[in-house]
């Protein structure tokens, strides 16, 4: 089942990349991402250093939707571990359609 936003389908199994930035793990093939949701939301995680996706100079991390997004949020899974919040992440919807 996909949800309508901005013209766009999105719904469960849908794969995102979204911006972060990147810095040196404590292991030769880890990363630490931070990825900034709004002015005040971080969501930090440590990934494997082949997650991350750079295009143009900017690197991204896949997110995969998780479920059928609801009441103008949807949840999304981030590779490796997130330490700032549980993951999946419920992140708003307004903020995510930038990235589809």
């Known amino acids: 089942m996909f949800n309508m936003v ?3 389908r999105i719904g469960e199994g849908t ?3 979204l911006p972060c930035e990147v810095k040196n793990g404590f292991f030769p093939d880890e990363a630490i ?3 900034l949701i709004g002015a005040t939301r971080v969501i930090v995680g440590h ?3 082949n997650s991350i996706i750079q295009k143009n100079g ?3 991390i896949p997110a995969l939707i998780m479920g ?3 009441k103008n949020n949807a949840r ?3 590779p490796g571990e997130v330490v700032s919040e549980t993951n999946p992440v419920t992140v708003p919807l307004e903020w995510l359609s930038r990235f589809f």
Do not use: D, H, M, T
């Open 6 to 8: 901005n013209g766009k």
């Open 15 to 17: 794969i995102l990349q």
């Open 33 to 35: 991402i931070r990825i």
């Open 47 to 49: 990934v494997s250093s």
């Open 58 to 60: 900017s690197k991204f």
């Open 68 to 70: 059928r997004p609801e």
């Open 76 to 78: 999304v899974f981030l």
